[in-house]
């Protein structure tokens, strides 16, 4: 089993930056996992944010491509997300997500896919003030 647990967010007026963090941890856990970001905003799907593969190749939402990114620090078993220049439109609830596949499922059609996952963790609400 695969625990998946996310910390950082708050509130930060438009402009600013937020660092959101994903520790994971279980006897199961280890560095082919490839790890992902999603958001959700109050009436919204839950959307694909970002990705970063076991070798550590990076995708993203083209909504946030050059003001997000995301980073992996295999000694920690910690994923990152580092938000610059946030807008009103980032404001969501964030959740980190754990894949098994590795290799295998380390493309990004298959990564932009919430379902591809199977850890997630209980998210962490980002409120960007306009």
């Known amino acids: 089993q695969v625990q998946v647990g996310e910390s950082g967010g708050g509130l930060v007026q438009a402009g600013g930056s937020l660092r959101l963090s994903c520790a994971a941890s279980?006897?199961?856990?280890?560095?082919?996992?490839?790890m992902g970001w999603f958001r959700q905003a109050p009436g919204k799907e839950r959307e694909f944010v970002a990705a970063i593969t076991w070798s550590t190749d990076t995708y993203y939402a083209d909504s946030v491509k050059g003001r997000f990114t995301i980073s992996r620090d295999n000694a920690k078993n910690t994923v990152y997300l580092q938000m610059n220049s946030l807008k009103p439109e980032d404001t969501a609830v964030y959740y980190c997500a754990a894949d098994s596949s590795g290799l295998f499922g380390s493309s990004r059609s298959n990564l932009v896919r919430p379902y591809e996952y199977d850890y997630w963790g209980q998210g962490t609400q980002v409120t960007v003030s306009s």
């Open positions: 279980g006897r199961a856990f280890n560095s082919k996992y490839n």
